[in-house]
């Protein structure tokens, strides 16, 4: 097993950038797929978020980089946010190397891009629904990419961008090299591996290690009407640095961050209907402590790469246990510890996530402490060691890259209340 970067054979630049960030060790995505893409095999990699999947693509990538007139390496990413930190993270690892590196996305300006892309530019990262804009624009040429990524490949698929992915590819040489990453591998993203990927080798971390063990996982059992108050309660009972709060749906997300800026918790939401400038506006507040509390669709919180979240809530659970995965791993990263809680339909549900097991796998006990049918399971995550001020270590181990009213206890003694009054009074009268 590699224990260190230098036994992978990089270019000195290469390791010189990764140490001086503070890296030491391969984690185990990229101990397994760093050698096998720098033979030029096609690879599939299977691993959860926050594992360091980024740099297992990108090292291999820069260190065969050779000058050359149009993109020699392309990288597909279902979000904006995604793109742009994995783009930011080529810079800092290639910063020795004069490699030019460009994200393209929906929700900005075509000219820009088109601009630096007949400049010229050495690796395009991007999102599917841009890329092929660009393609049809005539202003991105693929005839000479070497390498072809395809990261976060099940998200891609659960986002509709399938069939873009799949034009993509039918317009890069044959001869690429092709990298699949992906949490999981459902039966159309194995069809596309099989007609795009040539004798694929295969690097998993098997499902026994999804969950993060730097990571506590909590279930709390409330009534739906009484998720507000506990989530409150939560945060002026625990040492709560910063939180990501998972909710259903867009208006979920804005209804329940006005709801936490009225309880005096600084929060925002996040969600596909925001602009690029917007979004980039909230997650600055966010980075820079301006904001405690973000709260998010899942899709909206694809490729967020942010460091010290201590807690992530899961205010409503997922039909996926493995999009609880993914989620979780917003927090404890990059070898820190976190702490996620989750709210899901039964108490059932909420172990379950919390195993890693769906409806097909074992069933836990329910927890102690379910009050019934109704009751709503409240769960979540932070890092074991977690506690605001926690300061990062010096020494790394593997590179991760970086509005309506709610209903709380009291609301519902003032409705109670309010109606035995109005009943008294009619039996009076």
Do not use: W
Request: glycine letters at 8%.
């Amino acid at each position: 097993m590699t224990t260190d970067f230098s036994s992978l054979n990089l270019r000195d630049e290469i390791l010189q950038a990764i140490t001086e960030l503070g890296y030491t060790e391969p984690t185990p995505i990229q101990a397994g797929m760093i050698p096998l893409m720098l033979t030029g095999a096609d690879v599939i990699g299977q691993a959860q978020t926050g594992t360091g999947k980024t740099a297992a693509f990108a090292l291999p990538i820069l260190h065969n980089f050779t000058p050359q007139k149009n993109p020699q390496a392309l990288i597909l990413a279902p979000t904006r946010e995604l793109a742009l930190q994995v783009a930011n993270s080529i810079n800092e690892y290639g910063k020795g190397m004069r490699v030019r590196v460009l994200a393209v996305y929906g929700g900005q300006p075509y000219s820009p891009q088109i601009n630096a892309l007949r400049r010229g530019v050495d690796i395009v990262v991007g999102a599917p629904g841009r890329l092929n804009d660009l393609l049809e624009r005539g202003a991105l040429r693929l005839n000479e990419i070497k390498t072809l990524v395809l990261d976060e490949a099940d998200e891609m698929l659960n986002m509709g961008f399938i069939e873009d992915v799949e034009k993509i590819l039918s317009t890069t040489p044959p001869g690429r090299q092709t990298a699949l990453f992906s949490a999981t591998l459902p039966a159309r993203i194995r069809a596309l591996a099989d007609r795009f990927m040539r004798d694929p080798q295969a690097v998993t971390i098997k499902r026994a290690t999804l969950t993060l063990a730097s990571t506590e996982q909590r279930c709390c059992l409330v009534h739906e009407s009484d998720k507000l108050s506990a989530l409150t309660r939560l945060f002026e009972t625990e040492p709560i640095h910063s939180a990501l709060i998972f909710a259903r749906t867009r208006a979920e997300t804005a209804a329940l961050a006005n709801e936490l800026v009225l309880r005096g918790i600084p929060a925002e939401a996040i969600h596909g209907d925001l602009d690029q400038h917007a979004r980039e506006r909230v997650l600055g507040r966010f980075r820079s402590n301006q904001l405690k509390v973000l709260v998010a669709t899942d899709v909206a919180a694809r490729g967020l790469d942010i460091e010290n979240i201590s807690h992530v809530f899961n205010y409503h659970l997922p039909d996926d246990a493995e999009v609880y995965v993914h989620r979780i791993g917003r927090t404890g990263r990059a070898g820190r510890s976190g702490v996620p809680h989750a709210r899901g339909r039964s108490a059932d549900e909420a172990a379950r996530h919390q195993d890693g097991t769906s409806d097909q796998g074992r069933h836990p006990q329910t927890p102690r402490g379910q009050t019934g049918r109704d009751s709503q399971s409240l769960a979540g995550t932070r890092p074991l060691q977690a506690r605001t001020g926690d300061r990062q270590p010096t020494r790394r181990r593997g590179i991760r890259s970086r509005r309506h009213r709610g209903r709380g206890l009291e609301d519902g003694a003032r409705r109670r209340e309010a109606a035995s009054h109005r009943g008294s009074r009619r039996s009076n009268g």
